[in-house]
């Protein structure tokens, strides 16, 4: 409470509340100059703390900017009382510890956890410091230190490892940063048992070293073969003595290092693998028998996604004792996930953003109606998980799915997006709503159509200019929708109305900015089809034209992304250089961050596994370095071949990738520029019927 209201912290009164069910509870009422807030658990106290904020004080905490009174705040007129059906609410998918928090330091992950506590999370997966374990636990059965140090894969990529996709990735990690990450790692776990939150570990499955089957020939090792172009850990089969000896050495460390948890993370068989003919469902209950004995009474964590969990796993476990984390809601026919899951307890999972990427909307139909639908008509049922798979996005999605936690019934989206206009802007201001009532009808009222359907789920379009250079692209990465997934001339109109919004809202600037981004996003799909047609008439004059209002476009957005620090690449990089201990050290880990953005990989993976560009972002540095700079080269051979008529040389995008990656040059975090200043020019160049003047 100090560290997030430290003006009016000591107006509250904090306690318990007795609880005579299962169900989390808070209660709100006035207690004569306090405000008492009462929780049944500290998690269900915070959201009490956090719906007054929203709903008595019309104040907000977000991920994206707060907006709180500078004198007192209001004491309530009235109890207020609230609970949720839910045991859990979840946060934080997998590639979290990838696209978003590899190298967060600590009063960045302080502010993180604090946002998520108030937030009513009471779960959240810690992947940090695993790679100790794993080190720790392989070197008690025979691995030297340097094999274990290349096998064990850096941090941007770690997450990836612990789910069996790949390894052996640009280490070796060093010593001092695995102690360093073991360190951090024992702090977020110790903050978030401070504020009632469980920490969910990675469990043990069966990865195992390259050197383990030359060390252990006897033992039963299923090689995995590749994923998107990177070689895959070794699996162990569970049925193996071996495998029991190792889940026990490797839960003992964990507990040693980081104490036990409820509930454990394991991705058998994550997008493909193989199971080499071992029977799955013995399989499975070894895995899960390995967890039980180290850690009596907990969960078995597992996503569902594309196909997983396979029925004969299910079928060979203690369903009870499993935690699956449904993300591909969508995606199925029926809604009948008893028969799904075979039982299995699930969580509803919300995820309207893939690869950290910063596109804004999502599908919140989803969020207010079918989390609701899927609660009422399967028993099992039993959470929510916040499951972006990355983080600092979308604040008013984030805001709502929390919230629906503790909801029941659907909510009047149109009530709601009014009610958090006024407390993200400190005032019930008119153009501010109106902006959010196109926005709520367009950017987060996606439609997923049968042909966008096989396409990431509730994730709106990206931007063209983020793409791979091509007259036909329509998407920047892989298995991204291919099309608009709204009306864009409506959504338009949301930047002049924000821009005549009151120049002193708080929180105005930050959506100026991404309102503004998405606008020239949507733009660049307008424009690309144009560009294309002139290129094929050989109307050079014309082509000289519009590649040059391409080109300016993405100056006005590098322009833009400069003036606001969650928009620009040198924020993700200052996070890296504490970590290393040396030069070469600090060269391999700003390689590692950076590539994530671009290549992903190394060739294979980003060439023939089209891993490219998976993780892009509007970013300032990364679209006027690393963006425009590719155009920039397309058009240039564009109109050689216009001139000469011989075609043009394939540009290798992999190469041009890898040396922005491995560039060392440093990116400022400090703003430059006017946020209003500039939304107003993309505004008059873009929009139809915009400001003329500064408002």
């Not at 109890?79 to 059906?85: A, C, H, R, S, Y």
């Not at 193996?240 to 036990?260: C, N, T, V, W």
């Amino acid at each position: 409470m100090k560290r997030l209201l430290p003006r009016q912290a000591a107006q509250f009164e904090l306690s318990a509340l007795p609880r005579p069910g299962a169900a989390d509870r808070f209660r709100i009422s006035p207690a004569n100059t306090h405000i008492r807030v009462e929780g049944s658990t500290i998690s269900s106290l915070l959201f009490g703390i956090n719906w007054y904020l929203k709903y008595i004080a019309q104040a907000q905490i977000s991920p994206n900017g707060d907006q709180l009174p500078s004198g007192n705040l209001p004491i309530p007129d009235r109890v207020i009382e609230g609970e949720t059906p839910y045991r859990y609410r979840y946060a934080l998918n997998e590639n979290v510890d990838g696209y978003t928090a590899a190298y967060w330091d600590w009063p960045r992950w302080e502010r993180e956890i604090d946002v998520l506590a108030l937030s009513g999370i009471n779960a959240i997966l810690i992947e940090r410091g695993t790679d100790s374990v794993l080190y720790r636990t392989f070197r008690d059965f025979g691995h030297t230190d340097e094999e274990l140090r290349d096998w064990i894969t850096l941090p941007a990529h770690q997450n990836w490892q612990l789910m069996g996709n790949l390894c052996c990735y640009n280490g070796p990690i060093s010593p001092r940063l695995l102690q360093r990450r073991e360190a951090s790692a024992k702090q977020i776990i110790a903050r978030l048992r401070e504020l009632g939150i469980t920490p969910i570990l990675p469990g043990f499955f069966g990865i195992v070293p390259k050197s383990f089957k030359t060390k252990f020939s006897q033992s039963h090792i299923v090689p995995q073969g590749e994923w998107a172009g990177f070689e895959r850990p070794d699996w162990l089969d569970p049925r193996d003595p071996m495998f029991s000896r190792i889940a026990a050495a490797f839960y003992a460390h964990q507990r040693e290092l980081f104490g036990r948890s409820d509930v454990y993370d394991m991705e058998v068989f994550q997008e493909g693998g193989d199971s080499g003919g071992v029977p799955v469902a013995a399989a499975a209950k070894a895995v899960q028998s390995a967890l039980e004995t180290a850690n009596p009474g907990s969960l078995w964590m597992m996503m569902a996604w594309q196909g997983n969990p396979r029925q004969d796993l299910l079928s060979g476990v203690d369903r009870s004792r499993l935690l699956i984390v449904d993300i591909d809601h969508d995606r199925k026919p029926r809604d009948h996930r008893q028969t799904d899951f075979q039982g299995a307890p699930f969580l509803f999972g919300g995820i309207w953003e893939f690869g950290g990427r910063t596109t804004l909307g999502a599908n919140v139909s989803n969020i207010t109606e079918r989390l609701q639908l899927l609660a009422r008509t399967n028993s099992n049922m039993v959470g929510t998980a916040l499951f972006t798979e990355g983080m600092d996005t979308n604040p008013f999605a984030y805001d709502l799915f929390t919230e629906m936690a503790w909801r029941r019934e659907p909510v009047d989206i149109a009530s709601w997006t009014s009610d958090y206009v006024r407390r993200r802007y400190g005032a019930a201001d008119p153009h501010a709503l109106a902006a959010w009532q196109i926005l709520i009808r367009t950017a987060y009222n996606i439609r997923i159509d049968e042909v966008s359907f096989n396409s990431e789920r509730d994730a709106a379009q990206e931007s063209l200019f983020n793409a791979q250079p091509g007259l036909t692209a329509n998407r920047a990465s892989n298995w991204s929708p291919e099309a608009i997934r709204y009306d864009a001339k409506l959504f338009k109109k949301a930047l002049p109305e924000l821009l005549a919004a009151a120049p002193t809202l708080k929180n105005i600037s930050y959506d100026l900015v991404d309102v503004a981004r998405q606008t020239l996003a949507n733009e660049s799909r307008l424009l690309l089809p144009e560009i294309k047609a002139v290129f094929e008439k050989e109307d050079s004059e014309r082509f000289e034209h519009l590649t040059n209002r391409w080109l300016h476009l993405m100056d006005l957005q590098e322009q833009l992304l400069s003036t606001h620090p969650a928009f620009m690449v040198g924020t993700w990089l200052k996070y890296v250089q504490p970590w290393a201990s040396t030069p070469e050290e600090l060269g391999r880990l700003r390689f590692d961050a950076r590539s994530l953005l671009t290549t992903w990989g190394d060739r294979n993976a980003s060439e023939r596994a089209s891993l490219h560009d998976y993780g892009n972002k509007d970013w300032s540095g990364l679209t006027g370095d690393y963006y425009k700079a590719r155009w920039q080269a397309y058009f240039n051979a564009l109109k050689q071949q216009l001139r000469t008529g011989i075609p043009a040389a394939p540009i290798d995008w992999f190469a041009f990738g890898e040396r922005w990656s491995r560039n060392t040059g440093t990116y400022t975090t400090v703003p430059t520029g006017d946020s209003r200043q500039i939304a107003l020019q993309i505004a008059q160049e873009v929009v139809r019927d915009a400001p003329n003047e500064h408002p």
